[in-house]
Every structure is written in C-alpha cells, then in structure tokens.
C-alpha cells in the first residue's frame, strides 16, 4: 500500500483545511486508517483512526469536535478536516494504514504503510 498525503498549508488560527490521504496499491477497505502528526521537536503524536469495520471513529481528546475523520472507499481516500485551527496545531501530519483487526489503535507501531507527510502551520 502507498499513501500520498496532501491539503497542507499555512493558515491563520480558526480556520479550516482538509487533508487528504489517497491509496494506491490495493484496496484499503479492509484497512484501519490513521492520522498522526508530528511538530518540531516533538514526538509524533495521534490524531485520529477510522476502523475499516463500521467506520467507527476515534479522536485524540486535543482535537475532539475540531477535527473530523472520514473514508471514502470508493476514491480510496481518507480524509481529515480540520476546523478551528490553532498554533499549536502546527505539524506535519501523516497518514497511516493496517490490515483492519477490528480495533482502533492511537500506537504508531502498529501502522504498517505511511504517507509522506504535509505540512500544516497555523499562525496566530
């Protein structure tokens, strides 16, 4: 599986961007999938995960009800919106994918396949 992330930029605070993350490779509908991010000097962190069953979603509290995350297996695309941008949102995002097992992980390792990354900066 490759992953091309894209929608990345610089923003002033509140707002909004939508990332997009599509698959190339093979069908990622059975495939849980994940946004990470990963500010300067700091570790890469979770942002969000859609399970491949049900759709089920999950957000890091810091971005609950800003952030959005979606799929569309059909583009075999995942997609995160992002509303109400603020400084601290600055990073580069990464979009991530595994073999679906049912339940959402926020651990980086268990992703097999990542995305380059795009940059997104907010500014006050």
């Known amino acids: 599986v490759q992953l091309q992330a894209s929608g990345g930029g610089l923003v002033q605070a509140g707002a909004s961007l939508r990332l997009s993350c599509a698959a190339s490779?093979?069908?990622?509908?059975?495939?849980?999938l994940a946004w990470f991010r990963q500010a300067p000097g700091k570790q890469r962190e979770f942002v969000a995960a859609?399970?491949?069953?049900?759709?089920?979603?999950y957000h890091t509290d810091s971005v609950k009800g800003r952030f959005t995350i979606s799929r569309d297996n059909v583009k075999n695309t995942v997609y995160l919106q992002m509303n109400s941008l603020k400084p601290e949102d600055t990073a580069v995002y990464y979009c991530?994918?595994?073999?679906?097992?049912?339940?959402?992980?926020?651990?980086?390792?268990?992703?097999?396949?990542w995305g380059q990354g795009t940059l997104v900066t907010v500014s006050s």
């Open positions: 859609i399970s491949w069953r049900f759709d089920s979603t």
């Open positions: 490779g093979r069908a990622v509908s059975n495939y849980d």
């Open positions: 991530a994918a595994r073999l679906g097992a049912g339940v959402i992980v926020p651990r980086a390792w268990e992703y097999a396949y």
